[in-house]
C-alpha cells in the first residue's frame, strides 16, 4: 500500500511573487488565502532566519482550511551553528497553535555543506532529535558523506526522517535518492541551477525553472518513496520569481497519472 502526494512550495511570501503568483491588486496580508486556494500544504521557512511572529502563526491557524498543514523549518542557529536551546524550545512554544488544530507536520532541519558525517555530526543529530521531543522531525543534508545505508539505519533508529533533496549535480552535494527513513516520504526540489550554487546569492541559486521533461523523470523516484508511506510530502524550493508555484502545478498534473 501507499499514501498519497502532498505538494507544496517552501514559503509563500516573497516580492518577486506579486504579479506573477499573486495578483497586483491583491493585499499581502491575503497572500495566504490566495496560496490555499491552490495548495493545502506548505514550508514555514521564516523560522530559518528568525522565530515566527506569533501573528503568523495565528494567520495559519485561521486563515486557511482545516486540512491546510505546514512543516516548519528550524532556525539557522540550531543548523548551522550547533546552538541547540533555547531555540528548540522557543520555537516548539510558538508553533503549538499549529498542532492544537492538528495543523503541524513537524520540524525540517536543513544542515548545511560544512556538516560531515562524524561522531560528532551523529551526536549532535541525537540531540536535536532528542530536543523536539514527539515532533516528527526530517533532517535535509548538504554533503555526500550522508549517503550511507549506516546513516538510513541511524534516522530509523532515531525515528527522523530522511528528506531526499534534488540539487545540481556538482561533486560533494548529494545526488537524488528515494529513501524513507519514517512513515512519511520527504522530497525538496531546489532546482539545478549548477551555475550559480556556489558563487551566487540564494536567490540566484534556486532561480531555477524545472521543464516538464525534468519532472517526469521524478515519477519514478517519487513512486518508490511513496512505496508503504503513509504520505508524501514534496516541496518546491525554487522559489525564484514564482517558478516553485508553476512547478508545483505541473507536478501536480503529472502524478494524477500515476
Not at 12 to 30: A, E, H, M
Amino acid at each position: 500500500m501507499s499514501g498519497h502526494y502532498n505538494i507544496g512550495t517552501s514559503g509563500y511570501s516573497f516580492p518577486d511573487w506579486k504579479g506573477t503568483v499573486y495578483p497586483k491588486g491583491l493585499p499581502q496580508n491575503r497572500w495566504l488565502e490566495h496560496y490555499a486556494e491552490y495548495f493545502r500544504l506548505l514550508e514555514l521557512n521564516v523560522s530559518y532566519y528568525r522565530q515566527p511572529a506569533l501573528v503568523t502563526i495565528d494567520r495559519l491557524v485561521n486563515a486557511t482550511p482545516a486540512d491546510f498543514r505546514v512543516v516548519v523549518k528550524t532556525h539557522n542557529s540550531i543548523t548551522h551553528k550547533g546552538q541547540l536551546e533555547p531555540e528548540a524550545t522557543e520555537l516548539m512554544r510558538r508553533t503549538e497553535p499549529l498542532r492544537r488544530v492538528d495543523k503541524h507536520l513537524g520540524f525540517i532541519a536543513q544542515f548545511p555543506y560544512s556538516f560531515r558525517n562524524n561522531q560528532t555530526g551523529r551526536y549532535y543529530l541525537a540531540a536535536v532529535r532528542s530536543s523536539f521531543q514527539d515532533y516528527p522531525l526530517y533532517f535535509e543534508f548538504r554533503h555526500d558523506s550522508w549517503l550511507t545505508a549506516g546513516v538510513k539505519e541511524f534516522l530509523e533508529q532515531l525515528d527522523a526522517g530522511w528528506v531526499n533533496a534534488d540539487l545540481p549535480g556538482l561533486r560533494g552535494l548529494p545526488r537524488l535518492t528515494d529513501w524513507r527513513t519514517s512513515s512519511t516520504a520527504y522530497l525538496r526540489l531546489h532546482g539545478r541551477n549548477s551555475q550559480n550554487w556556489w558563487p551566487g546569492t540564494p536567490g540566484d541559486r534556486y532561480d531555477y525553472g524545472y521543464n516538464r521533461e525534468e519532472l517526469e523523470g521524478l515519477r519514478p523516484t517519487l513512486k518508490r518513496m511513496n512505496q508503504g508511506a503513509e504520505e508524501t510530502l514534496v516541496f518546491f524550493n525554487n522559489c525564484h520569481a514564482g517558478q516553485a508555484v508553476k512547478n508545483a502545478l505541473m507536478l501536480r498534473e503529472l502524478l494524477e497519472e500515476l
